[in-house]
C-alpha cells in the first residue's frame, strides 16, 4: 500500500535540489558569525511550578520546547532536551533539567524533525498517564517507538481535555527522520483555548481520563474563577514558513498569546518557504490578532546561518518599524517564566 505525502496549502514546496544543497554550503563557507551572545538563563521557579494548578505559566525550555501550565494541565511542547543535534552541540542547557520537570499530562508534537522530537528526551517525560499528541500520520510510528497512549490530529481537528480545548491547525513546512518517510505524517501548531462547557469529548480512552482529572482541577480552582477569568488563548506555532493562515487562525480564534518561531532563516533564498524570517514573524503575530509574542525557535541549535543576536536585532528593528509597542513582545531567557495572568493584564 503507497504511503500517504502529506502536502502545505496550496501545495506550496519546500523541496530543494541538489546544486541549491551545494550552493548554500559554498555560501556558508564564506560566513563568519559571531556566537558570542547567549541567551540568558534563569532559575527556574520549580518550586511554585511544582505546586501551581490555577495559574497560567509559560517557561521556555529552549528552541520550540515549553513547558505550559494551563486550567489544570502540565503540557510539554516539542520536547528536545539533547545535548547534540547533528554534528552542532546545543548553544544552552534547557531552562528546566529533565528530571525537574513536572509530571505531565499531554505533550503536543508540531512535527517529526529532530529538534522538535527526541525520542530520548520523550522517554524520560512520559509516564503511564501522559497523552501524546501528533499530527496525522505519526501515530503509527510513535506506537511502534512504544508510545501506546497517543492521538493523532488532523488540521482544523479539536479534541476537549477537561476544561481545555485543544486544536490542531495549520502551519507550512514539511518533515522527514529518514531516507524513505519524507512527508508521510503531517506539521502544524496547536491553539489552547478554555472549553467553557467542561465536558468530555468522544475521543480516546487516554483524553477521557485525562479529562476528569482536569476537570476535578478546574472545579477545585473554580471559587475564585469569576475574579481571575478564564485563561487566555494561547497559540504554538510550530515550525512555519509565512503563510496566509496566520490570518485565518486569528479569524477562527481569540488568540491572547503567541508562540512564534524567529530564527533558521539564513539563507532567506533557501529557507523562506519553511521558516519565517523575524520581520515574517511579526506580520503573522499582527495578521493572528493576538495580544502578546513570545520569540522561540532561536539560540538553541545551530540550523541554518543566523545567530540568536542576529535574530533579536532584526526582531527588534521591525517592531520599532511597525509601531508594536514593546511591551507586546515577551522574549524569554532559557528557564524564565511568564506568569500569564498577571503579565497579560498589563500589556492590554
Known amino acids: 500500500m503507497p504511503k500517504i505525502r502529506y502536502n502545505n496549502i496550496d501545495n506550496v514546496s519546500t523541496d530543494k535540489t541538489l546544486k541549491e544543497f551545494k550552493q548554500w554550503r559554498e555560501q ?27 495559574e497560567t505559566t509559560i517557561t521556555w525550555i529552549g528552541h520550540s520546547t515549553f513547558f505550559i501550565q494551563y486550567y489544570g494541565l502540565n503540557i510539554v511542547t516539542d520536547p528536545v532536551w539533547a545535548e547534540k543535534m547533528g554534528f552542532q552541540r546545543r548553544l544552552g542547557v534547557p531552562g528546566i533539567p529533565i528530571q525537574d520537570i513536572p509530571p505531565l499530562d499531554v505533550i503536543l ?52 481535555l477537561g476544561g481545555v480545548k485543544i486544536t490542531f491547525v495549520p502551519a507550512q513546512h514539511w518533515t522527514r527522520r529518514t531516507l524513505f518517510d519524507t512527508n508521510t505524517s503531517h506539521w502544524g501548531g496547536y491553539v489552547l483555548e478554555p472549553n467553557h ?25 473554580s471559587g475564585d474563577e469569576q475574579a481571575a477569568g478564564y485563561p487566555p488563548v494561547l497559540y504554538f506555532v510550530g515550525d512555519t514558513g509565512y503563510f496566509k493562515e496566520f490570518k485565518t487562525i486569528g479569524e477562527r480564534f481569540d488568540i491572547d498569546v503567541t508562540l ?19 520581520e515574517e514573524a511579526l506580520q503573522g503575530f499582527v495578521e493572528t490578532g493576538s495580544q502578546l509574542m513570545v520569540p522561540m525557535h532561536y539560540g538553541t541549535f545551530k540550523l541554518a546561518d543566523d545567530t540568536p543576536k542576529e535574530a533579536l536585532d532584526r526582531l527588534e528593528m521591525e517592531r520599532e518599524r511597525l509601531g508594536i509597542v514593546k511591551e507586546r513582545i515577551r522574549v524569554l531567557g532559557h528557564g524564565e517564566t511568564l506568569h500569564i495572568r498577571h503579565e497579560a493584564a498589563d500589556t492590554e
Open 28 to 54: 556558508r563557507r564564506r560566513k563568519v558569525k559571531d556566537y558570542s551572545y547567549k541567551v540568558p538563563k534563569h532559575e527556574p521557579e520549580l518550586d511554585y511550578l511544582h505546586a501551581n494548578r490555577e
Open 109 to 160: 508534537i508540531s512535527h517529526s524533525h529532530y529538534d522538535h522530537l527526541h525520542l530520548a528526551s520523550l522517554r524520560k517525560l512520559v509516564t503511564s498517564k501522559t497523552l501524546l499528541i501528533v499530527p496525522d500520520g505519526l501515530k503509527r510510528k510513535m506506537i511502534r517507538k512504544g508510545f501506546h497512549r497517543c492521538q493523532e490530529m488532523k488540521w482544523w481537528e479539536h479534541m476537549v
Open 197 to 221: 462547557a467542561v465536558h468530555v469529548s468522544e475521543e480516546s480512552a487516554a483524553a477521557r481520563e485525562i479529562a476528569e482529572k482536569s476537570a476535578s482541577n478546574v472545579q477545585k480552582s
Open 260 to 278: 512564534m518561531p524567529i530564527g533558521a532563516y539564513d539563507p532567506e533564498w533557501f529557507m523562506t518557504s519553511q521558516h519565517v524570517t523575524p
